[in-house]
């Protein structure tokens, strides 16, 4: 008798556990999901033509970082982009801001900066009050 209760007792925790499966796949295929809306891509904002663009990766190729001094990373697409560094303005400008226009005089004008770099020195430029510099400890 208790070998039989056994079997009675698997079958139907057998029978349980099938019965919710089914019941859950049957759930997942009745749901309805929306169809999936495809929205066109943002258009990229290119600042600058082919030309000016294999310009600056060509200046940007085996520079280092005027701020940290470490080796500027080549740069490809969808990587954040080193910027310009104007060393007696202190002034930051972006891949995008740097002008197409006189790109000759400006690159002369100014140093490269890493990707990093570029970031701290544009939050110091809009920020400077919520930074604080300190002096460098020499061990």
């Known amino acids: 008798m208790p070998a039989l209760l056994l079997v009675f007792v698997l079958l139907a925790t057998a029978a349980v556990v099938t019965a919710g499966i089914v019941l859950t ?3 997942f295929k009745e749901e309805k999901v929306p169809a999936e809306t495809t929205r066109p891509r943002a258009a990229v904002n290119h ?3 082919m030309a000016t663009t ?3 990766k060509h200046f940007f190729d085996g520079r280092t970082c005027y701020v940290c001094h470490r080796a500027i990373p080549v740069v490809h697409l969808g990587d954040p982009r080193p910027g310009l560094f104007n ?3 202190h002034a ?3 891949w995008n801001e740097i002008p197409s226009e006189d790109l000759a005089a400006t690159l002369e004008a100014h140093v490269p900066v890493c990707a990093s770099c570029l970031v ?3 939050f110091r430029q809009k920020f400077p009050d919520l930074v604080v510099d300190r002096p460098a400890h020499s061990h």
């Open 87 to 89: 060393p007696r303005t």
């Open 120 to 122: 701290a020195e544009s």
């Open 92 to 94: 930051a400008l972006e």
């Open 47 to 49: 600042a600058h033509d």
């Open 25 to 27: 796949l049957r759930a």
């Open 54 to 56: 294999a310009t600056l």
